[in-house]
Nanobody
Framework: QVQLVESGGGLVQAGGSLNLSCAVS????????MGWYRQAPGKQRELVAA???????NYADSVKGRFTISGDNAKNTVYLQMNSLRPKDTAVYYC???????????????WGHGTQVTVSS
């Protein structure tokens, strides 16, 4: 069973930093890409940052220059370093992964349970 386990959320003052991590566990063949999404109260879930298996990255405009996504292929883990945090960054952050469970299989999407990030003003 494939699982994504997130950690690193919490409460921080504006201007502070947090580092989120997400590890994929279970029997898999490969990971096409991973990403971080967030959902604030009353708003739709949005992409924050994503990284492909070749290391290429993509960021939401609102976090460019402040957040950095990175991955450790050997550990099937993705990180999100968040600097210069703002109250508008407050949300539940979800990790997602596109996974091939075995060679030749179709990709499946998996999600973590989410971790709360709260930025106080």
């Amino acid at each position: 069973q494939v699982q994504l386990v997130e950690s690193g959320g919490g409460l921080v003052q504006a201007g502070g930093s947090l580092n989120l991590s997400c590890a994929v566990s279970g029997s898999i063949f490969s990971i096409n890409g991973m990403g971080w999404y967030r959902q604030a109260p009353g708003k739709q879930r949005e992409l924050v940052a994503a990284i492909d298996s070749d290391g290429s990255t993509n960021y939401a405009d609102s976090v460019k220059g402040r957040f950095t996504i990175s991955g450790d292929n050997a550990k099937n883990t993705v990180y999100l370093q968040m600097n210069s945090l703002r109250p508008k960054d407050t949300a539940v952050y979800y990790c997602a992964a596109e996974v091939l469970k075995y060679f030749g299989s179709s990709p499946d999407d998996y999600w973590g349970h989410g971790t709360q990030v709260t930025v106080s003003s």
